[in-house]
């Protein structure tokens, strides 16, 4: 079932650019060499996961005309795949099991955002 984008009055292109700028900004964040990153705290570091791709799949799905399942599933497999660049990459990152959870949360939580935020769209 198709549904119309959330901001469908924005040019395709341009929807598509704004997504591709968020997975940029988090390609940037997440896969600098280890002594590039700031502030590693645990709780911090999980809730930046969390905050960063619950974001992603917000954005995801308010500028998306595609089903909805693709794009969770697309934004997860993005965080999935940058654990793995993390745990293959020689700058001293490490793919971490509890960060993909922290990720995986943060993308329940962002679809659940999205959900309310279509119950209240004005028809």
Same mark, same amino acid.
């Given at each position: 079932?198709?549904?119309?984008?959330?901001?469908?009055?924005?040019?395709?292109?341009?929807?598509?650019?704004?997504?591709g700028?968020?997975?940029?900004?988090?390609?940037?964040?997440t896969? %600098?060499?280890?002594?590039?990153?700031?502030?590693s705290? &645990?709780?911090? +570091?999980?809730?930046?996961? $969390?905050?960063?791709? /619950? !974001?992603?799949?917000?954005?995801?799905?308010?500028m998306?005309?595609?089903?909805?399942?693709?794009?969770?599933?697309?934004?997860?497999?993005?965080?999935?795949?940058?654990?793995?660049?993390q745990?293959?990459? %020689?700058?001293?990152?490490?793919?971490?099991?509890?960060? &993909?959870?922290? +990720?995986?949360?943060?993308? $329940?939580?962002?679809v /659940? !955002?999205?959900a309310?935020?279509?119950?209240?769209?004005?028809?």
């Amino acid at each position: 079932m198709e549904m119309r984008a959330f901001f469908s009055f924005i040019p395709r292109p341009l929807r598509l650019a704004i997504f591709g700028a968020a997975v940029t900004v988090i390609l940037y964040l997440t896969l %600098p060499p280890s002594k590039d990153v700031p502030g590693s705290g &645990l709780v911090w +570091d999980k809730a930046a996961h $969390a905050i960063a791709f /619950g !974001l992603l799949v917000v954005i995801g799905l308010l500028m998306s005309t595609h089903r909805r399942k693709t794009v969770i599933a697309c934004v997860w497999g993005l965080a999935a795949g940058i654990e793995v660049a993390q745990a293959l990459m %020689p700058f001293g990152r490490q793919g971490d099991w509890i960060d &993909l959870f922290a +990720d995986t949360v943060g993308i $329940a939580l962002g679809v /659940g !955002l999205w959900a309310l935020a279509r119950r209240f769209k004005p028809q």
